[in-house]
């Protein structure tokens, strides 16, 4: 799918893990570590989104041009299942301030409903940049929802992180959010008619807490 908003991972750890993952026959206790072993690959690509400024800084023998962080950093998981990529993504962003979104999607309509959502104070806005942390990109339909959510405060620079995403999720962002950039570690074929990803791995909030 050529979309110059859509980073797809090619790392060969993160074919491995997201086949782990997939497998039916992974424990959700093993899911849950392939899962963390993701999401700081993804977080370290994500990264790549960052602006830098420069900072001089003296080392024990000279002075020295260095670079500090130019934005503000947010990670906001949508729950329940984004709270999966927290740990890979918190450990990458040690000092990123943490939003949570409280979104599921209606299993009749497919439409999001929100029952949660708090945002930090942030002392440079204009400069911040948040991470919006969920598995599965499936209609699209969360996503643009936590997207709209953040724009309404003020947000400007928004990037998605997903595991495994359907082009009809993809095609959604891009259609009414061109300015947003999408990583993740795998795109697949189509949703079936639940909407579930195919071949995806399920309902990932279910395998993620083993409430199957
Ligand atoms: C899953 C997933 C996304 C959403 C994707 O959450 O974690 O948030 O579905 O579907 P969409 O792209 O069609 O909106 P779910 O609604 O199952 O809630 P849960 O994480 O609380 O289980
Ligand atoms: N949500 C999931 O957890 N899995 C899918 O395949 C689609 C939406």
New binding site residues.
């Given amino acids: 799918m050529a979309n110059m908003n859509l980073v797809q991972l090619t790392h060969p750890l993160v074919k491995t893990y997201i086949t782990k993952i997939r497998d039916k026959n992974t424990s959700y206790f093993e899911f849950r570590q392939y899962v963390d072993k993701l999401s700081t690959l993804l977080a370290y690509e994500a990264a790549k989104e960052l602006e830098l400024k420069p900072k001089k800084i003296k080392t024990p023998l000279a002075s020295v041009k260095g670079y500090e962080l130019k934005n503000e950093v947010v990670l906001m998981p ?5 709270l999966g990529l927290m740990n890979g993504f918190n450990h990458i962003f040690p000092e990123a301030r943490i939003s949570h979104l409280g ?3 209606n299993e009749e309509t ?1 439409k ?1 409903v929100k029952y949660y959502f708090k945002f930090p104070k942030l002392t440079d806005k204009k400069n911040a940049i948040v991470f919006i942390l ?10 643009s929802y936590a997207i709209d959510e953040l724009k309404k405060a003020g947000i400007k620079k928004i990037v998605v992180a997903s595991l495994v995403s359907a082009p009809e ?1 993809v095609k959604e962002i891009r259609r009414k959010h061109k300015d947003v950039k999408i990583f993740t570690c795998a795109l697949d074929t189509h949703l079936d008619d639940r ?1 579930y990803i195919v071949p995806g791995l399920g ?4 395998r993620l807490f083993g409430t199957l």
């Fill in positions: 949508i729950l329940r299942a984004g979104v599921y999607r497919l999001p969920d598995p599965m990109l499936a209609t699209g339909g969360s996503m999720g909407g309902d990932a909030g279910d």
